[in-house]
């Protein structure tokens, strides 16, 4: 197994501190990029960050690092509600996955209560900002360590 670390996100997060700043701040992705690959260097970790607005790059994402990566954390964004194939493709993944939201997506809208990530998902970490990420970068170090 690899020491890379991959960061997927989903639609409209390239939009980060533009887009509805009063619900996702005004931290860009460029920033969350930042403070993930500080962390995860901490823990001896590379960091393979990506962004796509498509659901498919995202499965051949997850696909071509089933086995090798060190571990995989997700914001689907909206696909979160709505891609069993996200789901499936992390189902066959043999690190830990752990799926992250900016925001608290049970107090938002019914249609953003459900997850269809969470189910396959070692852990989720919801409404903590951007902060969110970095906490879950700890969790994947922790499960790697603590399988």
Do not use: K
């Not at 086995?67 to 789901?87: D, E, K, Q, W």
């Amino acid at each position: 197994m690899s020491d890379v670390l991959l960061v997927l996100n989903g639609p409209n997060l390239n939009l980060l501190g533009q887009r509805d700043p009063q619900q996702y701040g005004t931290t860009t992705l460029a920033d969350i990029e930042a403070s993930v690959r500080e962390r995860a260097g901490e823990h001896g970790l590379d960091v393979d960050f990506r962004q796509s607005n498509h659901e498919g790059e995202l499965v051949d994402w997850i696909q071509q690092s089933r086995t090798s990566a060190a571990g995989i954390v997700i914001n689907p964004a909206a696909y979160t509600h709505t891609s069993v194939a996200i789901r499936d493709a992390l189902e066959i993944v043999t690190c830990p996955v752990v799926e992250v939201h900016m925001s608290n997506i049970h107090q938002r809208e019914p249609f953003r209560h459900h997850s269809y990530v969470s189910a396959v998902a070692d852990g989720v970490i919801a409404g903590l900002g951007a902060h969110g990420y970095v906490l879950a970068v700890d969790a994947v170090a922790t499960l790697r360590a603590h399988p």
